[in-house]
T-cell receptor
Framework: AQSVTQLDSQVPVFEEAPVELRCNYS??????LFWYVQYPNQGLQLLLK??????LVKGINGFEAEFNKSQTSFHLRKPSVHISDTAEYFC???????????FGQGTRLTINP | NAGVTQTPKFQVLKTGQSMTLQCAQD?????MYWYRQDPGMGLRLIYY???????DKGEVPNGYNVSRLNKREFSLRLESAAPSQTSVYFC????????????FGPGTRLTVL
């Protein structure tokens, strides 16, 4: 079975500072990896995904993530955050061909002016 | 395209009351899902439907039933609501044959008193 651990429940940063949200996963088989974002009082929307190929994945709103198979990690980064990035971020994993996504516990990103 | 829609947006129930949460998607997706979101626990899968006419239990199915009414609609029923079912409920859908990217509805915030 797959599992996902988001290492920080809350991350406060100042506006225009860089940020990294950490995600580790556990799986004995190949997986797909996802980051979703949830803005206040909204549903989840896909930020980016890793399926195969290049380990550096670029997503929407200037976010990117790097797949590291040896470390079983998929950390999310942004070089300069904006107030509008305030949201909760979820890492998720899926076994290839599986019906189900397994989500991490979420990381709340707070941007201070 | 409306994507995934959910009704109602908010609901307050008394312990023991029943209700049905409605979900519909207009993307011609085969698979549909019901999750609940609780603070610090991420999203947990309640039930899913891989295709019209099939349903399967997820991680936390106790106290819930589902109906896949047709390809578009997937409802979640609470027969006798309990305070432990206070949560935000999300419906999602995905297209079969692709990697497991799921599209989410806006959620239903349920409070059971």
């Amino acid at each position: 079975a797959q599992s996902v651990t988001q290492l920080d429940s809350q991350v406060p940063v100042f506006e225009e500072a860089p940020v990294e949200l950490r995600c580790n996963y556990s799986s004995s088989v190949s997986v797909y990896l996802f980051w979703y974002v949830q803005y206040p009082n909204q549903g989840l929307q896909l930020l980016l995904k890793y399926l195969s190929g290049s380990t550096l994945v670029k997503g929407i709103n200037g976010f990117e993530a790097e797949f590291n198979k040896s470390q079983t990690s998929f950390h999310l980064r942004k070089p300069s955050v904006h107030i509008s990035d305030t949201a909760e971020y979820f890492c998720a994993v899926s076994r290839l061909g599986a019906q189900k996504l397994v989500f991490g516990q979420g990381t709340r990103l707070t941007i201070n002016p | 395209n409306a994507g995934v829609t959910q009704t109602p947006k908010f609901q307050v129930l008394k312990t023991g009351q029943s209700m049905t949460l409605q979900c519909a998607q207009d993307m011609n997706h085969n698979s549909m899902y019901w999750y609940r979101q609780d603070p610090g626990m991420g999203l947990r899968l309640i039930y899913y439907s891989a295709s019209e006419g099939t349903t399967d239990k997820g991680e936390v199915p106790n106290g819930y039933n589902v109906s896949r009414l047709n390809k578009r609609e997937f409802s979640l029923r609470l027969e006798s609501a309990a305070p432990s079912q206070t949560s935000v409920y999300f419906c999602a859908s995905r297209k079969t044959g692709t990697y497991n990217e799921q599209f989410f509805g806006p959620g239903t915030r349920l409070t059971v008193l």
